[in-house]
């Protein structure tokens, strides 16, 4: 069931300032239902290029004359919000709130409305994600590339304005993953640690010049990933946040966890905003201190040029859950040694294997986007073609009734 589209007066004003609105139709992929952006100029809007963005108005008179059924709000660097997504708790029928659920929407008490499937909520409010993930159970934050289904049905009990909730914000995701993950729940709690710092970690440090570790990291196993975050490319996470996050895991392996390093280098890449500078925590940190501090500590290995990679501490393979850890351990990877391995440099052979498996890895990549885009068209044509077949049936049936005669099925016939 689609639900009713939402209008002015069911949507804040700051929201509808901005041209930040696309159309979004149902689409059945892999046997799941989702939901996917389309422009009103025609076609698949993106949550990453504006040009597919347009007004309010103009997105919802599009959905009204049938050609989306809904519409959206598009998150991006380039406004304050931040979307929070609560799933699958909320009793459609009776409208009865999980109480984790009713938990965060009082915390955040900012506009708060119920999703498309009447199973959840939506919640917007100003200020910026801290670095790291952004989901976790039922629970899903959004701050850019990406979009909110825009229902309108607000829930009474909450502000029709968008608030101003980073410290909310901030411990919401505090208690996510410096609580939550430790105890293995579903959902995040609010407690009083949620705000608490991380434990300092000793860190050896090298003798590397900036360049070294760029040069270095971008010829290593995992040099791809490496050379697309520096150029700034983060299509390949949920959130600005994580491409950040990810970066400074693979400088602080090559820098030896040199913290000034690592700044001073991500500053050169192309990830490098101003959100960086921004203090968003309450003892006075900034953004990327935290960043930084995060991802050193949970670097459990690091470069050492006296032996190539012999390990500090312990020497493990990654498992990269945050899309940050350097992969560089890998069985290939001329780097991956340890203090009992060979620390000789690598051969050519071992040269042309690591650059054919790179060049192998991106052309995967490209075939998987491709295909990707091209299920899209397919499933719009199939649903083209079905149209069609419904509005000749109907034709065929009036002129086999003998109440009139349809050109179209003459043809097919």
Known sequence: MTPPLPTRDTLPDKLLERDHWVGWRKQTRGGDETKVPVSVNGGYASATDAATWTTFDDALAYARGGAADGVGFVFSTDDPYVGVDLDKCRTRRTGETEAWATEIIDQLASYTEISPSGTGYHIIVRG???????RTGDLELYEDSRFFTMT??????????????????TALHGAYFETQHTQGGTHPQTTDSATQKSSAVDTPGNDLTDEDVVERA?????????????????SAYDSHSEADMALCSILAFWTGGDEAQIDRLLRDSGLYRRKWDEVHFADGSTYGAKTIERSVSRTSDFYDPSQWSTAVGRSTSHTDTTNGRPDHQTAHDPTSTTPTERTTPPSSRDTDYLDRLAELQR???????????LQAELETERERRRELEAAAAAVDKTDESGRGWSLFGWFRR
């Open 128 to 134: 910026s994600l801290p670095p790291g993930g952004n």
């Open 152 to 169: 309108g049905d607000h829930v009474d009990e909450t502000p029709t304005t968008v608030a101003d909730r980073a410290d909310e914000l």
């Open 218 to 234: 971008s010829t290593a196993a995992n040099g791809p990933k490496f050379s697309r975050l520096w150029k700034g490319d983060t």
């Open 363 to 373: 052309h995967l990549e490209s075939v998987l986007a491709e295909n990707e885009r």
